[in-house]
């Protein structure tokens, strides 16, 4: 099956700098790469997702950006503000036989400093 | 927010006990999932369902069944808690397409097993 490997599993930024997660995956079949973010306390909710027919994807200040080639995909997040500290989880979907779930990474636990 | 609620919110029982929580949408969304998050180990997928009385196992489905009568509810049993199932259990639904897709999560389960 999928196995999603996630780098760092915590990472501290001064408020204003940018921040990178990186994620890989095995399964070349994997197509759909979602990050979702998770606050204290709360449910996990999805920020931003690619597919594997785009190399790179953006949302305001929030990036993702994927290599099929090297099977790794990675979050950027530029110009970062308190409200962004949360864990960050990437995930990788498995498609089987028409049954469809996600893969999750272990997460990133990211702290920005005021 | 989709409409998804679990019960309970927290549970507290004892070793050898069944356990069954429930997970409960609005949605008519065609795939449900548990999940299990523990710390260092990210979200982790238990079962999930792809229809009505339709299911499949996930990586962690030792000592965990499901069941899956309507497409509204799905439930998650533990035959005979452990200490090693006390976890944060969320439940996760998604209407289909391409992959999973757009995983929509309820509020979580904290479930203590002494």
């Known amino acids: 099956g999928e196995n999603v490997e996630q780098h760092p599993s915590t990472l501290s930024v001064q408020e204003g700098d940018s921040a990178v997660i990186k994620c890989t995956y095995s399964d070349s079949a994997s197509n759909y790469f979602p990050w979702y973010k998770q606050e204290l306390g709360k449910r996990p909710q999805l920020i931003i997702d690619i597919r594997s027919n785009v190399g790179e994807k953006k949302d305001q200040r929030i990036a993702v950006t994927l290599n099929k080639t090297a099977k790794h995909f990675s979050l950027h997040i530029t110009e970062t503000q308190p409200e962004d500290s949360a864990v960050y989880f990437c995930?990788?979907?498995?498609?089987?036989?028409?049954?469809?779930?996600?893969?999750f990474g272990s997460g990133t636990r990211l702290q920005v400093q005021p | 927010d989709a409409g998804i609620t679990q019960s309970p919110r927290h549970k507290v029982t004892e070793t050898g006990t069944p356990v069954t929580l429930r997970c409960h949408q609005t949605e008519n969304h065609r795939y449900m999932y548990w999940y299990r998050q523990d710390p260092g180990h990210g979200l982790r997928l238990i079962h999930y369902s792809y229809g009505v009385k339709d299911t499949d196992k996930g990586e962690v489905s030792d000592g965990y069944s499901v069941s899956r009568s309507k497409t509204e509810d799905f439930l998650l049993t533990l035959e005979s808690a452990t200490s090693s199932q006390t976890s944060v259990y969320f439940c996760?639904?998604?209407?289909?397409?391409?992959?999973?897709?757009?995983?929509?999560f309820g509020s979580g389960t904290q479930l203590s097993v002494l």
């Open positions: 995930a990788a979907s498995t498609v089987s036989t028409g049954r469809r779930a996600l893969t």
């Open positions: 996760a639904i998604s209407d289909g397409g391409a992959g999973a897709e757009k995983l929509f």
